[in-house]
């Protein structure tokens, strides 16, 4: 089984109250990022039960329970949590009853309540797990949110990627972070990157030492994940080689089987990679939004042609 999330952490997140204190939560986790209503379940049906998912009860499985006697409750009660079921979460600050609670201790299952509806709780627990969940790997590069466009900076050590997010953060841009990047891919299409908590927020620069972003530029220039949009490799400058100076053809580099696109840009002295970087992440953009520069030129180029013909 792969990695997992740490009940005790869902009920930090979620901010749940606990309503089975007696139940260890330590080593318990979570290795779905889907949940379970159980309704079928409780109606007594438990052919292709999901029991390896988070347990919600909402309204309509609360008042179908009401309408049951003592004992079927009770047969239903202890078939439900004979399924070692992760954890069971009761929605709008719904409260269980005491036999439940009592056969939850029994079962060593453990019970929470949220105050949240049923539909906006359950959407934001699948939203966070599936990031928690994801597949996930590190890599040695920078990513700076530009104009809202993730841009991750790869490149041989001491190329200058720490300096070049330096000068995009004094120029207004946002930096989540240096030297490590965690990439999860949350879907098909999307990358998320973050930093690894002992170093978020830090710089390094040669020469100078660890600096403190946030602190020596406030809040406003950090942030927590982006998704990676673009990735930009910084390259010794080779004078034999051969540099895409039109851009008619995007080339891609892959992560986890998502494909992102890519640009390899020579360093050379007096380049100022930050007005670079920025003039990528516009011109990703207005690509995204439906006008290609590159096409732009050519297209002028042919008409010019074609009138002088």
């Not at 949940?35 to 029991?51: E, K, V, W, Y």
């Not at 009853?97 to 699948?126: G, H, Q, R």
């Not at 946002?174 to 098909?188: A, G, N, P, Q, Y």
């Not at 946030?214 to 990676?228: A, C, D, L, P």
Request: glycine content about 6%; aromatic content about 8%; hydrophobic content about 40%.
């Amino acid at each position: 089984m792969g990695h997992g999330i740490k009940l005790k952490q869902v009920v930090e997140k979620m901010d749940l109250k606990n309503l089975t204190p007696e139940v260890e939560l330590i080593e318990r986790e979570v290795h779905v990022p889907d949940i379970n209503r159980p309704a079928l379940q409780l109606a007594g049906f438990f052919d292709h039960f999901a029991s390896d998912r988070v347990q919600i009860i909402g309204y309509v499985e609360y008042t179908y329970l009401q309408t049951l006697g003592e004992e079927k409750k009770l047969q239903i009660y202890e078939e439900f949590l004979r399924h070692k079921v992760p954890c069971i979460i009761f929605s709008r600050n719904m409260q269980p009853e005491e036999m439940l609670l009592k056969k939850a201790v029994e079962y060593d299952v453990p019970i929470f309540v949220t105050s949240k509806s049923t539909s906006s709780f359950m959407s934001e627990i699948i939203r966070w797990m599936n990031v928690e969940l994801a597949p996930c790997i590190s890599i040695h590069g920078v990513l700076v949110d530009v104009y809202g466009v993730g841009v991750l900076i790869m490149g041989e050590s001491g190329i200058g990627k720490s300096e070049a997010a330096l000068e995009l953060i004094k120029r207004g841009h946002r930096l989540v972070t240096d030297d490590v990047v965690e990439i999860r891919k949350v879907s098909d299409v999307t990358l998320v990157g973050a930093a690894p908590d002992i170093t978020r927020h830090f710089i390094e620069l040669r020469g100078i030492g660890i600096v403190d972003v946030k602190s020596m530029f406030g809040v406003q220039s950090v942030r927590e994940t982006q998704n990676i949009d673009l990735v930009i490799t910084l390259e010794d400058w080779n004078r034999d080689k051969e540099y895409d100076r039109l851009g008619l053809e995007e080339n891609y580099t892959e992560f986890l089987g998502n494909r992102v696109v890519c640009h390899s840009i020579p360093i050379r002295p007096g380049r100022n990679l930050a007005i670079i970087v920025e003039s990528a992440a516009v011109n990703h953009r207005q690509k995204q939004m439906g006008y290609n520069a590159a096409q732009e030129l050519y297209k002028r180029v042919q008409d010019n042609l074609a009138k002088h013909k």
